[in-house]
């Protein structure tokens, strides 16, 4: 029997799949320079790898990884992000000081999704010390935020996220920052709530950024209305964001947050 149209197959079947493996492990290198640029394009090339199970062990935790960073950004669930986990260890391993930096925010999320909220806090807290060590103060702050926002929408201790705010705007001084600082000291009944509101409107209004003016705009009218009980103030604060809205949509009153 002549077995070189077999053997011929073979090879071409053969080449056919390193092909595609290589292609596939180019497609993943490429997500990866994405990173922190746009993650909408990290997504689309992710979308790309149909067998991420045939990728080397290196590649698989670097899938693993950009996939727990896609749905972090996209405020997804992560509930199945498990890979976070050996990836982060990898990265430690590597002396990959980005990856292993911002991977302590990854598996932070990663328990919250899985409600493990003391694992949470102590993994945020063991990134903002390596943060602090690598004085790399806007990831400190980031990493800051989220635990402020843990404590505002899991434990409800608004005094601890307003002094956790306080240090995350003390680094790095946001719009985000302070409008959330506002809602947490609203949800206090705090008076100082209606300065971190103005700042994050005025920041927001510096930044040319029309889509959070009207947010922050719409969410201190709510505020004020059911807050402070201040009906007079939120209407005069609706009738600010209005000469901000593109769609009516957005006059419509949506829940805090």
Request: glycine residues 4%; hydrophobic residues 45%.
């Amino acid at each position: 029997m002549n077995r070189l149209p077999f053997l011929g197959l073979l090879f071409a079947l053969l080449c056919l799949v390193a092909c595609r493996q290589m292609n596939e492990a180019h497609l993943l290198h490429l997500a990866e320079k994405q990173v922190n640029m746009n993650v909408d394009s990290v997504y689309a090339l992710l979308v790309q790898i149909e067998r991420p199970s045939q990728l080397s062990d290196e590649e698989r935790l670097l899938y693993g990884w950009l996939n727990a960073y896609v749905h972090y950004k996209r405020h997804n669930s992560m509930a199945e992000d498990s890979l976070i986990l050996p990836a982060s260890d990898y990265y430690v391993f590597r002396n990959d000081t980005a990856k292993n930096l911002f991977s302590y925010q990854l598996k932070a999320w990663y328990w919250y999704w899985l409600k493990e909220h003391e694992r949470c806090i102590a993994a945020i807290d063991s990134g903002v010390a390596l943060a602090k060590a690598l004085q790399d103060t806007g990831r400190m702050a980031d990493m800051l935020i989220d635990k402020a926002y843990w404590y505002v929408y899991v434990w409800k201790d608004y005094e601890k996220a307003i002094e956790t705010f306080r240090t995350a705007i003390a680094l790095d001084a946001r719009a985000g920052s302070f409008f959330s600082m506002g809602i947490a000291m609203g949800l206090n009944k705090n008076d100082s709530a209606s300065y971190y509101m103005e700042r994050s409107i005025e920041l927001a209004v510096e930044a040319g950024d029309t889509s959070k003016i009207v947010h922050y705009l719409r969410n201190y009218a709510q505020m004020q209305a059911y807050s402070f009980d201040e009906p007079s103030g939120a209407i005069a604060t609706i009738r600010r964001m209005e000469q901000y809205v593109v769609d009516p949509v957005q006059l419509r009153m949506g829940v805090i947050g």
